[in-house]
């Protein structure tokens, strides 16, 4: 490893005493390398994926048929909550954290991130929160919802107070590894590569990362105020004190509206990379790219009480916030145009990563689609609360978020571990994921237009068709994902070798100027960017 | 890389993280400042005005709190073997507000009788301005032998009620229904 660094001029030692690297299990927890810190987001946020996804097969097959067959409605609700809770800020976030911390400096010939030592803590922020999340079903839990709404909250168990101080070292984590990319992308920087230079993933995270720093502290106030309510005689959210519940939706959505749009953008941002490097084109259209994400963010600030149009908003409010919402679909319609443009008379190829990126923009588009139909008030008066929400946002979440951070993995895992992974395999994967995907889901919407309402575990006999598809679907999806598993861990340990850059049209830093695997330590010596 | 050039990155990532820093306190600062500005916005928009408390809605606004009137509760048999009474003989109401009271019925028959009572007012004119929202006029009542029943009666004064009403008196005579004597042979 070392000779790869003299190549690169090792002058100076001081700065990575960290070379010979302690054994066993302390280089992990003591590591500053922003590519051990990656994978391990990547490996924490594997396994809070398989813990969230038992909860919401454990929710699947309650709703295998009516009535109450394997669990109590108050472990349901709880199976709800943690799944939803788990999946956004357990596997998506940390995912996406992780493919920054691999990514960014190799992208932009850095040599790590701006803060190595505040690295370690972002990450080792997340196991903790992790366990104060779990362990606080052992103290009866917490049933209210991901959205954690008062007056449920205030008047929950002390599940919910472990659960709160999860959220706030969840937060703590997501600020300090924002601020931690935002100062690597401005300042670190090779020389050459201008901000309008950068690949479109740099460009996604520093954008999703100012959209962290601006509402994580947000939802940190809101459920301090649901603490402060529950333990110390304040009156936000509580009636009987002359608060409002309805405040607390509105500081909630304040964050949670952009949440999803902190989720959905680095998605963007791999598939940005993706589609052009299977299209061997450049990207169509990089520079309004960069100012549709830029819009979108902007956006994602003033459409929040999309979420609360049942709240009893005056009907200003809601022509307001329904016009805003439908404005989103522009400039994300600029994006999927931007997509399709790139592959116009590319020469294509179908790897396993192209084939997630397709899937991607197909079900992604569709989600999308279905959110313009919620954000018409009329349309989502009856429509709020019930399947149609779950299967709209499990479109652009799973089918868009998931499956782009499924493309990146294939897309990287050469150059990230030097093997090759196996192709036939990959595609098994995506077909089997992209199928039990739609059985899961699709009919969700059916079930939603026919009034059965979310977060119950007990419905009318009319469903059951729909619901049986739908378990059916989920219960495949989730063991296809072992799969993705065993792809992953043969491509570590016996994967053909890997050339320094296996995909023809992938053109940042990582692929043309680093071998492969990429070497402990990269561009100690920045290189320079025409 | 040379020493200076690191050491000129690192002064200015500080720089950055701190400036970022202060923007995540006055984002946390914002969580709460979105309290009083709902308050503000729900106040200037009437949408819902948060600092008027709730009684409000318990100050019910249909209740003429001016004036007071006297119901009298007059309880009467006609052939009928029952005692029956009002608990209380008479109340003070404010027209428009809600009100229940309780009559107690016995059959000191040894066999089950079944009545039906028919309210009466004086002055006559008050019957259009006395609502009764619940009564045990509404129903036969059937009595087992030496059985003991209180009923309520739930009423509105009709705050259109004439000026000139101050005292208005309810009458219920029970009779026996006709038809429903179980011959024993
Ligand atoms: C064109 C873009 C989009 C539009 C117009 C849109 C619109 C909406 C609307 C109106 C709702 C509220 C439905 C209701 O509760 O009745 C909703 C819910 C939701 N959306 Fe979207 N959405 C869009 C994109 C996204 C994206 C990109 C994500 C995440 C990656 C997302 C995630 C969610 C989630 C998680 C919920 C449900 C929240 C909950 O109540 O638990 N949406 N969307
Ligand atoms: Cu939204």
Redesign the pocket.
């Known amino acids: 490893m070392s000779a790869v660094i003299d190549n690169h001029g090792h002058a100076h030692d001081d700065h990575h005493a960290d070379h010979g690297h302690p054994p066993g299990l302390m280089r992990w927890v003591s590591t500053t390398n922003h590519k051990d810190i990656g994978s391990m987001y990547l490996w924490f946020s594997f396994i809070m994926f398989l813990m969230g996804g038992v909860m919401a097969l454990t929710i699947r097959a309650e709703l295998w048929q009516p009535g109450m067959q394997i669990v109590q409605p108050e472990f349901f609700n709880q199976m709800t909550t943690y799944h ?1 809770l788990i999946m956004v800020f357990g596997a998506i976030m940390p995912a996406f954290v992780g493919f920054a911390n691999w990514q960014i400096p190799m992208m932009i010939g850095a040599p790590d991130m701006a803060f190595p030592r505040m690295n370690n803590w972002s990450f080792w922020l997340l196991p903790v929160a992790a366990i104060l999340l779990v362990s606080s079903l052992a103290v009866g839990g917490a049933g209210v ?3 954690m709404y008062a007056p449920l909250t205030t008047q929950a168990g002390p599940g919910m107070d472990l659960l709160i101080f999860a959220v706030h070292i969840l937060g703590m984590s997501s600020i300090m590894g924002s601020i931690n990319i935002v100062t690597t992308i401005l300042n670190m920087r090779a020389p050459g590569m201008t901000l309008m230079k950068m690949p479109m993933f740099v460009w996604t995270w520093l954008i999703t990362a100012y959209l962290l720093i601006a509402v994580m502290p947000v939802l940190a106030g809101a459920v301090t105020m649901t603490l402060t309510d529950r333990h110390f005689g304040t009156s936000f959210f509580n009636a009987a004190g002359g608060g409002d519940p309805v405040l607390y939706q509105h500081i909630f959505w304040f964050f ?1 509206h952009p949440e ?2 902190i ?2 953008i680095p998605a963007f941002g791999v598939v940005s990379q993706v589609i052009p490097a299977f299209s061997r084109k450049p990207l169509f259209g990089y520079a309004s790219m960069v100012y549709a994400t830029s819009s979108i963010a902007i956006l994602s600030f003033m459409v929040w009480a ?2 609360m ?1 049942t709240t009893g908003m005056p009907v200003a409010g809601q022509l307001y916030f329904m016009y805003a ?2 404005l ?2 522009v400039p ?1 319609g600029v994006k999927v145009f931007n997509w399709v443009a790139t592959m116009w008379r590319g020469s294509l190829t179908f790897e396993t990563p192209m084939l997630f990126a397709l899937g991607f923009l197909f079900l992604f588009t569709l ?2 689609f279905t ?2 139909v ?2 018409m008030t009329p349309v ?1 008066v009856p ?3 019930t399947y149609y ?1 779950v299967a ?2 499990h479109y ?2 799973v089918a ?2 998931l499956f782009s951070a499924l493309s990146g993995v294939y897309f990287w895992l050469p150059k990230w571990t030097g093997n090759m992974y196996d192709e036939t395999l990959g595609k098994w994967h995506f077909w089997l994921s992209m199928v039990f995907f739609n059985i899961t889901f699709f009919v969700q919407h059916f079930l939603g237009l026919a009034g059965m309402p979310r977060r119950i575990p007990d419905y009318n006999l009319q469903f059951t068709a729909f619901n049986q598809i739908s378990s059916i679907g989920a219960f495949g999806f989730g063991l296809t994902q072992l799969l993705f598993l065993y792809v992953v861990l043969k491509c570590i340990r016996s994967g053909e070798k890997a050339p320094d850059k296996p995909w023809d049209g992938a053109d940042t830093l990582e692929w043309t100027h680093l071998p492969t695997p990429a070497p402990y330590h990269t561009f100690e010596n920045p290189p320079t960017v025409k | 890389m040379n020493d200076a050039v690191l050491t000129e990155t690192a002064a200015s990532n500080r720089q950055t993280l701190r400036r970022l820093l202060v923007v995540a306190l006055l984002m946390f600062g914002f969580g709460f400042a979105l309290v009083p500005m709902y308050e503000k916005i729900c106040e200037v928009t009437g949408a819902r005005n948060v600092f008027l408390p709730d009684d409000v809605s318990t100050q019910n606004t249909q209740v003429d709190f001016s004036r007071k009137v006297s119901i009298e509760f007059d309880a009467n048999v006609q052939r009928l073997e029952w005692t029956f009474k009002p608990v209380e003989p008479y109340l003070d109401v404010h027209p428009g507000e809600m009100t229940q009271v309780v009559y107690e019925i016995r059959n000191t028959l040894d066999r089950p009788v079944t009545g039906q009572a028919v309210p009466s007012y004086g002055p006559r004119e008050a019957a259009q301005y006395f609502k009764k929202i619940e009564c045990f006029c509404f129903q036969q009542q059937t009595l087992g032998p030496g059985e003991v029943r209180r009923l309520p009666v739930v009423f509105v004064v009709d705050p259109a009620l004439p000026k000139s009403v101050n005292t208005i008196t309810l009458s219920y005579t029970f009779f026996e229904v006709a038809g429903t004597r179980k011959n024993p042979g």
């Open positions: 939803g919802g991901w959205t949670g999803v749009y989720i959905a999309h979420h149009y919402t439908m989103i679909a994300t989600g999308g959110g313009l919620l954000a989502d429509l709020h609360d929400v709209h946002f652009v979440m868009g978020a």
